[in-house]
């Protein structure tokens, strides 16, 4: 007997997932021309009023920061190699308060979003001459402290929306695992977020994770919303929850080079932790000095002449900075190779970072130039660099700072055997022998004083 199948049914509208929101952002910031996109001035629900959500999900997900290749360096041509350097800490030197100007102002809305057929829950913003900014009442219960500025009138239309909406409503979650929370804060709209995180706070909801394990305050680190994220904070959010990949805000904020975001994290101290080591085994700092790399790379291979990835280099060089600054360790081994951050960035060729690292004052700088990494010290490393224009440099830079020539890796071999074959070869192999030389007769010489 043959029965018909009712034809499924399709969601009447396409929700605003946060990874969605996310892959937007990231695709704007790659692709930005000097045409800006539309901007979106009302602000959109992500839950229709007349229906719980049935969105299917995207199938996108967020950025995470891929492994390091091993590719040797092309020659450049000699226009690329005749550039100056990135000045060191340039966009925020160490110590520096980060200005809370009004390019971080919290109020501006992420551009570009595509239109939604959905209803509105969230009624539209009023621009006229009634709708004051205000800053909020000492007297609430909880206030922001980075931007302090928010559209008062909002929050209260926001809060009367959420006081209206029943358990299953403000607690639920999509299929991707997503909070009205999560898309809010996806979407930078903070006086709704801070609605949302007032009532998930009292229904102990605040800390929710999505399917990538990433609570709010992970989806505002990664969306770059430093307000949001102080104000999440302020609330209580757990400062070290980490997503499914072990990487809690400070790993994500490194990753992604937010120094914004990194000064709102540390500034709550001690409660973070500089030291947790995510799933790949690595601290924030080994993540910072690798997205640094990954960028000097990229400026490098363009001839260091793109404005956008010096910008870029310049704030994930700060946020190494800032890192060290509140504490975190610079001996720190990552995991799986026993890298520190000096292994990092030699086996990238990353000059810059190189020479920020060496010029930190230090008494054991010599242990610190000479730990082995699966028995491989920096100048092993540095004999690798086949191919890369800078590595004679690097070498040099190494032995000023008390690297040890004659120390073997677990091949017993030296650093000298590791050398590329041809005349560039050779000549930094002399190089190494006449810096041992020199060191031998050194130490015998403080011997002989003794």
């Known amino acids: ?33 000097n045409t800006s996109g539309p901007t979106d001035q009302n602000m959109v629900n992500p839950f229709p009023v007349s229906e719980q959500p049935t969105c299917s999900g995207a199938t996108s997900s967020y950025h995470y920061m891929d492994a390091l290749s091993s590719e040797q360096w092309a020659p450049m041509q000699e226009s ?29 809305n992420l551009q570009g979003y595509e239109s939604q057929s959905y209803e509105f829950l969230m009624p539209a913003e009023d621009h006229s001459a009634n709708n004051t900014w205000l800053p909020l009442e000492p007297s609430q219960a909880s206030q922001p402290t980075f931007g302090m500025w928010m559209d008062y009138s909002t929050l209260e239309k926001a809060r009367m929306v959420l006081r209206e909406m029943d358990y299953s409503r403000i ?6 695992g997503d909070t009205i929370l999560h898309i809010y804060t996806a979407k930078g709209h903070r006086e709704w977020a801070f609605a949302a995180a007032e009532k998930l706070k009292d229904l102990e909801k605040l800390d929710a994770k999505e399917h990538k394990g990433k609570t709010a305050l992970l989806v505002a680190v990664t969306a770059d919303q430093p307000d949001i994220v102080q104000d999440l904070l302020s609330f209580g959010a757990d400062i070290n ?76 060089l700060s ?16 995991i799986k190779s026993s890298m520190t951050v000096l292994h990092l960035a030699v086996k990238e060729g990353n000059i810059n970072l190189l020479h920020y690292l060496l010029s930190i ?11 082995k990494a699966h028995g491989h010290t920096a100048l092993h490393m540095a004999a690798c660099l086949h191919g890369n224009p ?34 560039q070869g050779e000549q930094l192999k002399l190089l190494l022998k006449k810096w041992t030389a020199s060191t031998r007769r050194h130490s015998v010489a403080m011997q002989k004083q003794e």
Do not use: W
């Not at 590595?391 to 890796?409: F, K, M, T, V, Y």
């Open 361 to 371: 004052p230090m008494h054991n700088v010599k242990d610190f130039v000479n730990m």
């Open 319 to 334: 946020c190494v900075e800032m890192l060290l600054n509140a504490g975190a360790l610079l001996f720190s081994q990552e």
């Open 171 to 176: 607690t639920g979650q999509d299929e991707d």
């Open 241 to 316: 929850a980490c997503d499914i990949k072990g990487q809690n805000a400070l790993h994500l904020a490194a990753n992604d080079g937010l120094p914004r975001i990194m000064q709102v994290i540390l500034s709550n101290r001690p409660s973070v932790n500089l030291e947790t080591k995510d799933f790949e085994g690595m601290t924030p700092l080994h993540c910072a000095a690798i997205s640094h790399s990954v960028t000097m790379k990229a400026l490098f291979a363009c001839g260091m002449a793109d404005a956008k990835l010096q910008a870029d280099a310049a704030e994930k």
């Open 1 to 33: 007997m043959h029965f018909d199948k009712e034809p499924k049914e399709k969601p009447c509208c396409t929700l605003p997932t946060v990874k969605k929101l996310l892959e937007q952002k990231r695709k704007r910031e790659t692709y930005a021309t």
């Open 80 to 108: 690329a190699l005749s550039c100056d350097p990135i000045p060191l800490g340039s966009s925020f030197p160490v110590g520096y308060n980060v200005p809370m100007d009004a390019k971080f102002s919290s109020h501006q």
């Open 390 to 423: 800078q590595q004679e440099e690097i070498l040099r830079l190494l032995l000023s700072r008390g690297a040890d020539p004659s120390i073997r890796n677990l091949e017993n071999g030296l650093p000298a055997h590791l050398l590329q074959a041809g005349p």
